[in-house]
Nanobody, 128 residues
Framework: QVQLVESGGGLVQAGGSLRLSCTAS????????MGWFRQAPGKEREFVAG????????YYTDSVKGRFTISRDNAKNSVDLQMDSLKPEDTAVYYC?????????????????????WGRGTQVTVSS
């Protein structure tokens, strides 16, 4: 059974930091690109950051560049999202997602339909 489980969400003041973690089980983690998405109330789920299965390629949406850092540890089947200088507009449910296995070690994906497994999400709330 494929499972992605997020942790690390919570309430933080603007300017603060949080670190989200996602642990995978039941899949070949090391050959999957991974991503973080978020969904704010009343809005579409949007891409935040992605990382290739080698870890050598990362990509961020413009609004989080310079503030968020995605990383992965294939030995631990985990992918993290370090979030610094948080803003109220970062408030959302954050989801971890995994792509189908790929042979391209440097490939990342930005579209929701390019991922085939999802976690249940973790709430991040940033107060002003």
């Amino acid at each position: 059974q494929v499972q992605l489980v997020e942790s690390g969400g919570g309430l933080v003041q603007a300017g603060g930091s949080l670190r989200l973690s996602c642990t995978a089980s039941g899949l070949i983690f090391s050959r999957r690109a991974m991503g973080w998405f978020r969904q704010a109330p009343g809005k579409e789920r949007e891409f935040v950051a992605g990382i290739s299965w080698s870890g050598g390629t990362v990509y961020y949406t413009d609004s989080v560049k310079g503030r968020f850092t995605i990383s992965r540890d294939n030995a631990k089947n985990s992918v993290d999202l370090q979030m610094d200088s948080l803003k109220p507009e970062d408030t959302a449910v954050y989801y971890c997602a995994g792509s189908p296995p790929t042979t391209n070690r440097n490939q990342i994906f930005r579209a929701k339909n390019q991922y085939d497994c999802w976690g249940r999400g973790t709430q991040v709330t940033v107060s002003s």
